[in-house]
């Protein structure tokens, strides 16, 4: 006679829990990549913004190149887009769809390299900041050539059918679990009834 509450002597026509509903992908290497890539990339565009406004403080303070000033803001403004297109948040995208696109990013990114590079004062007080900007405009010079030989390659492309793919498939996980979740409430349901 069955016992209640006794897995092994319930109906058989139940399903037993499923094992493979508890199958959890892991993260794909290539978007891990491209995330470690994009915050290289954030974080030296955040450098260059450093290292702009230093120059611009610099060149205000003196008070000798103004047009330097000015030029170091529009660098940081620039700058800032580099990073905010980094985050892919929608908001920009939607706006800008050439950022949706690494070579355009690529392209962005070198323009703010030159930017911070150009106008350099080799005066032996400045030339800590000289290394700076020496430092942050070939760093990004790089990563920016790197997002342009990436998007001519369609790399951009292949992030973004393997993030649609993650997200698909993070969904179906969750869809799966919800269902195994309410196939035990209803077991409980139907053994409680029996009893």
């Known amino acids: 006679m069955p016992r209640n509450g006794d897995p092994e002597d319930s109906d058989p026509a139940l399903p037993g829990p499923s094992s493979s509903a508890r199958v959890r992908s892991g993260r794909d290497p290539f978007l891990v990549v491209c995330r470690c890539f994009s915050v290289i990339t954030s974080l030296t565009a955040i450098l260059c913004i450093a290292v702009n406004v230093l120059s611009a403080v610099r060149s205000f303070k003196n008070g000798s190149d103004v047009f330097d000033g000015i030029f170091r803001c529009y660098a940081v403004v620039i700058a800032f887009f580099v990073?905010?297109?980094?985050?892919?948040?929608g908001f920009i995208i939607k706006f800008w769809k050439i950022l949706e696109y690494w070579a355009g990013r690529g392209m962005l990114q070198i323009f703010v390299a030159v930017m911070t590079r150009a106008f350099p004062d080799y005066s032996e007080s400045q030339r800590d900041l000289v290394l700076l900007q020496n430092i942050a405009s070939y760093l990004l010079l790089a990563c920016g050539l790197v997002y342009v030989f990436s998007g001519l390659l369609c790399i951009g492309f292949l992030k973004r059918s393997r993030q649609e793919k993650e997200i698909t498939r993070e969904q179906a996980v969750?869809?799966?679990?919800?269902?195994?979740r309410r196939r035990e409430e209803l077991e409980q349901m139907l053994l409680a009834e029996r009893a």
């Open 83 to 89: 990073v905010l297109a980094e985050t892919e948040w």
């Open 174 to 180: 969750k869809d799966l679990e919800e269902l195994e």
